[in-house]
C-alpha cells in the first residue's frame, strides 16, 4: 500500500494506512482557509483502524468547532507542517492533511463543504456539496462515492 504513506515536510513525523480512506473531501472553512494559507484544505478521513503506523513527535493545537465539540490538530515541531486532525464530533476517525501523503495521484476530490464561504474561484464543483457543514445525509453519499472511485463495491 505504497500509495497511503505519509509525513511532514521535513520527514520528522511519518505515517502509513492499512485501508483506503472512508472519504476524501475540501473545506472552504475559515480554519480550514487559515490553516492552509489557501481557499480550502483537503481532507482524507480514515477509521483509527486503518493507521498502521504513526511515527514522530508532534504538537498539538486544539479549538473549538462549529459542533462545540473539539478539533485537535496535529503539526510538527520542526517543519510546522500539520499532518492529521482529530474530530471529536466523530470519534473513532482521523483526518489527515491530503498534501501530506507521498503520492496524491490516487486521490479523488468528490465532496467538498462550507462551500458558502469559499472564494469566487474556490468551488470545486463537486456534486457531494454542502453550503455549510456536513450532515449525515452529506457523508453517506459521500462513503458511498469514495467506495465507486476507490474500486471498492457500494
Not at 481532507?43 to 514522530?56: A, I, M, P, R, Y
Not at 465532496?111 to 453550503?131: K, N, S, V
Request: proline share 6%.
Amino acid at each position: 500500500m505504497e500509495n497511503y504513506k505519509g509525513g511532514c515536510l521535513c520527514g520528522s513525523v511519518r505515517f502509513e494506512l492499512n485501508e483506503p480512506p472512508i472519504w476524501i473531501s475540501a473545506c472552504h472553512c475559515g480554519t480550514c482557509r487559515k490553516r492552509t494559507g489557501s481557499d480550502y484544505g483537503v481532507s482524507v478521513v480514515v477509521d483509527q483502524s486503518g493507521v498502521k503506523e504513526f511515527t514522530g513527535r508532534t504538537k498539538t493545537h486544539t479549538r473549538t468547532g462549529d459542533s462545540g465539540k473539539d478539533v485537535i490538530y496535529e503539526f510538527c515541531p520542526e517543519c510546522g507542517a500539520t499532518v492529521r486532525w482529530h474530530i471529536m464530533l466523530a470519534p473513532g476517525r482521523q483526518a489527515f492533511a491530503a498534501g501530506a501523503f507521498d503520492d496524491m495521484s490516487w486521490m479523488a476530490i468528490l465532496g467538498e463543504m462550507y462551500t458558502a464561504e469559499a472564494a469566487p474561484w474556490g468551488p470545486l464543483g463537486c456534486d457531494a456539496a454542502r453550503p455549510g457543514p456536513p450532515d449525515d445525509d452529506w457523508r453517506a453519499a459521500l462513503i458511498e462515492k469514495t467506495k465507486m472511485a476507490l474500486g471498492g463495491a457500494p
